[in-house]
Nanobody, 120 residues
Framework: VQLQASGGGLVQAGGSLRLSCAAS????????MGWFRQAPGKEREFVAR????????YYADSVKGRFTISRDNAETTAYLQMNTLKPEDTAVYYC??????????????WGQGTLVTVSS
């Protein structure tokens, strides 16, 4: 299983970025997908989640209304559209997959992360 996160970069506050997470080696539509982030010196935190069908999404309060998670099961890719970025959004962003029939077990697979830097 491989989750390849991409799309990070340097952006000014107020700008936008779109992260992608390309999945391979798994039946993508069997997995909920999540995005997490880890800022320097801080613990990793949850950002957003989308169900296996794309029908349900959930966001951390800190990004609600600014970020949008989506997925394309045909392309086996998940996305995170990030708008109105703030310096506090600076972090390494990770995508992760959670088997839909065993959500209590947590996220089974993780990508390598992509760095997002928001300048003030």
């Amino acid at each position: 299983v491989q989750l390849q996160a991409s799309g990070g970069g340097l952006v000014q506050a107020g700008g936008s970025l779109r992260l992608s997470c390309a999945a391979s080696g798994l039946i993508f539509s069997w997995y909920d997908m999540g995005w997490f982030r880890q800022a320097p010196g801080k613990e990793r935190e949850f950002v957003a989640r989308i169900s296996w069908s794309g029908g349900t999404t959930y966001y951390a309060d800190s990004v609600k209304g600014r970020f949008t998670i989506s997925r394309d099961n045909a392309e086996t890719t998940a996305y995170l559209q990030m708008n109105t970025l703030k310096p506090e959004d600076t972090a390494v962003y990770y995508c992760a997959a959670r088997f839909k029939a065993a959500t209590a077990s947590g996220y089974n697979h993780w990508g390598q992360g992509t760095l997002v830097t928001v300048s003030s």
